[in-house]
């Protein structure tokens, strides 16, 4: 008569199913690189040496959520062109962020955090983001944006407000 120690065959049970589980696993990518690389370049950003854009993909796809003139997607060229750059006129100090809270889920990095700056008018410019960075090779390829547009366009329609006569 075969006896099993119950211990030996608890062993034998995690090792069939650690092999099981290797071998149906998907190969994903590597999720502590990925979210290091956007905790290194929001640090970048708050210290105003970098920032996460620079792990965009050329052909990186953009979504700004919600309603509003700057909702919708862009292409990386398109985004910097249509929102990035004149909202960044408008700055008199530039934009920096929180620390983000970081969370992923397979090739997806989450970031939600707070920026702040000052318009050239002088009022005070205040937001609450959530991006949702899909990534490929070590690039982001798809970036779903959540932020507080009312807040983006008021803003943009201080500064021209006190630009006018």
Known sequence: MLRIVPTAMVG???AMV?????????PQSDPVFERDLVRKKFEAWRQGTGSPFELLAKD??????????FAGTFDREALET?????????????????????????NTVIAVFGASATL?????????????????????????????????QNALDISNTNRQP
């Not at 650690?18 to 998907?26: R, V």
């Not at 249509?82 to 397979?106: E, I, M, S, W």
């Not at 050239?120 to 990534?135: D, I, V």
């Open 82 to 106: 249509n929102v990035v750059a004149p909202f960044n006129a408008l700055l008199g100090k530039p934009l920096r962020p929180t620390t983000p809270l970081l969370y992923q889920d397979g």
């Open 120 to 152: 050239k008018s002088g009022e005070p410019y205040t937001n609450r983001y959530a991006w949702f960075m899909t990534f490929e090779g070590g690039q982001i390829v798809k970036v779903n944006a959540f932020l507080d547009l009312a807040a983006f």
């Open 60 to 69: 990186a796809a953009w979504t700004i959520e919600g309603r509003g003139r």
């Open 18 to 26: 650690g092999l099981l589980t290797a071998s149906c696993a998907e």
């Open 12 to 14: 034998l049970l995690t």
